[in-house]
Nanobody, 119 residues
């Protein structure tokens, strides 16, 4: 079993920055793809950014140039650096990881972390 734990959310003013972390723990696993999603209040969950094992990244148009996804393979942690935050970035942010274990490939979700952008 693998667990994903997100951290780093909070309340910041517009123009501020936050760094979210998604840490995976468990035994005998490798992370293939990690994707950050967000769900704004009253809206559907949407893709924010993704990173694959080789390091390639992908971003939603709304965050490109402001957010950076990166990974620390040694610590099984993926980060989402969010700069120049806007009120429309307010959402619960979730990480999703596609993980390979002896038992096969499975996707895991974190519990979510609240990000609120407000003056």
């Amino acid at each position: 079993q693998v667990q994903l734990v997100e951290s780093g959310g909070g309340l910041v003013q517009p123009g501020g920055s936050l760094r979210l972390s998604c840490a995976a723990s468990g035994s005998a696993f490798s992370i293939n793809v990690v994707t950050w999603y967000r769900q704004p209040p009253g809206k559907q969950r949407e893709l924010v950014a993704a990173i694959i094992s080789g390091g390639s990244t992908n971003y939603a148009a709304s965050v490109k140039g402001r957010f950076t996804i990166s990974r620390d393979n040694a610590n099984n942690t993926v980060y989402l650096q969010m700069n120049n935050l806007k009120p429309e970035d307010t959402a619960v942010y979730y990480c999703n990881a596609v993980i390979t274990q002896y038992s096969g490939v499975r996707a895991y979700w974190g519990q979510g972390t609240q990000v609120t952008i407000s003056p």
